[in-house]
């Protein structure tokens, strides 16, 4: 299935995501800074191997994430609910990955960048402009 062009917009207007890891039942979020991977469907950020977040995504990689517009105007609300996989990317992967980063954030270059990728399997944008309530829903091919 196609993602929807109105969840790839949404994407693109935002720049920070709040990322959910959980170990032994444990949950934990913490907001990230992203650039987006269109051609790979894919979310790249930088987070030191140290904090909770990234040790726990070392430990169990399989992870949710939200993307919000904050608006009190109930007609306007929109939002993503993801999951999906992150890792920190190796290789030809991680050079694209890092291009895209400091293209979007070139402050970047003045300290350590510990990129990570989420590769999503599944995505619910709620867009209220679209009627109350409105879902859209994509979810990945096995």
Known sequence: M????LIIEFIKKHHVLTLATSVNNQPWCANC????LENENAFVFSTDYATRHGKEALENSLVAASIVLETKIVGKI????????MFVPEGEYKAKAEKRYL???PFARLMETNLWV???NFYKLTDNRLGFGKKLLWKKEA
């Not at 800074?33 to 987006?36: K, T, V």
């Open 2 to 5: 196609e993602i929807d062009t």
């Open 33 to 36: 800074y992203y650039a987006y």
């Open 78 to 85: 929109q939002g993503i609910q993801l999951t999906g996989v």
């Open 103 to 105: 293209k979007k954030y």
């Open 118 to 120: 989420l590769e999503p």
